[in-house]
């Protein structure tokens, strides 16, 4: 567990084949050294690509609540969910809106527990590993991979 006070970096990303298809969620927390506190892979079953990725950032969120630190710095890939989060985008899609209410009112959660939280886009070459975790969990679900 991060302690208060230390910083928090969050890679998250969401895949889906198909779009909408089957669809992943990645999510790695790594503490202010560089040491992996928490890896998500899961297989979220047939989901847009834009669901997996809000997905994605549910899960990353519910995971920083459990690891308290000063500063929470969340990169991820989607352009779209990145600026809707920082209020650039206007949320259109009903069911976008559902998992962004969500993550709203979790991000709340964890500023409210003294946490400074800046959601940054980054291009996906700098997002291979949470890529990889949720193409894994897709994969694992049709036995794909062991």
């Known amino acids: 567990m991060a302690s208060q006070g230390t910083d928090l970096i969050i890679y ?7 779009n909408p298809g089957d669809a992943g969620i990645g999510v790695i ?19 847009t690509n834009n669901i997996a990725e809000y997905s994605a950032l549910v899960a990353a969120l519910k995971s920083a609540l459990r690891h308290k630190a000063g500063c929470i710095k969340i990169f991820s890939d989607s352009e779209l969910m990145v600026k809707q989060m920082n209020g650039e985008y206007k949320v259109k899609n009903g069911d976008i809106a559902i998992l962004f209410k969500e993550a709203q009112t979790l991000l709340k959660r964890v500023k409210g527990q003294g946490s400074r ?3 940054t886009h980054i291009p996906r070459e700098e997002n291979r590993e949470a890529d ?15």
Request: aromatic residues 4%; positive net charge.
């Open 12 to 18: 998250t990303d969401g895949v889906s084949r198909g």
């Open 117 to 119: 939280v800046v959601i």
């Open 132 to 146: 990889k975790l949720a193409n894994r969990a897709v994969n694992l679900h049709f036995g794909m991979e062991k």
């Open 29 to 47: 927390l790594k503490d202010s050294s560089g040491k992996v506190v928490d890896e998500i892979g899961r297989y979220i079953g047939i989901a």
